[in-house]
């Protein structure tokens, strides 16, 4: 083989990786695959870890957490109303500008998002 086409397959080969990593990267953040929920465990994990707490320190972050967890709960729950009641009112500002092509996908839209919502709220 010549160097060019040397340099053909490493150029191929090389634009492969890079859109090949770029699709994967896009899959697993469009997807939620690389988001992590809020993981008590997984958090309290890493501070053992990286901070080297013996167990009494481990058992006393766990309540902290659990109790901040509580309250963070309590706390959304309480303004959920407004904050659905703010998104209501943005959707129908935006459905005013819109013609009836990009309306209904913008319903469509709307409706994939809620059921997401109900999914993440669901215990």
């Known amino acids: 083989m010549t160097r ?4 053909y397959f490493v ?3 090389l634009l492969g990786v890079i859109v ?20 008590q465990n997984r958090i309290i994990h890493h501070m053992k870890r990286d901070l080297n707490l013996d167990d009494s320190q481990v058992q006393k972050l766990t309540e902290i957490i ?3 967890s509580r309250k963070r709960k309590e706390l959304e729950q309480k303004n ?13 500002q935006i459905r ?3 013609n009836p092509e990009q309306l209904a996908k913008f319903n469509e ?5 809620n059921e997401r919502m109900k999914k993440q709220r669901a215990p």
């Open 20 to 39: 090949g990593g770029a699709g994967l990267f896009y899959y697993g953040w469009y997807f939620g695959h690389w988001r992590h929920e809020f993981d």
């Open 80 to 92: 959920q109303p407004q904050f659905d009641a703010l998104r209501n009112e943005t959707q129908d």
């Open 109 to 113: 839209h709307v409706r994939i998002s």
């Open 11 to 13: 150029l191929t080969f």
């Open 66 to 68: 659990q109790e901040s």
């Open 4 to 7: 060019r086409a040397y340099f």
């Open 96 to 98: 005013q500008i819109l």
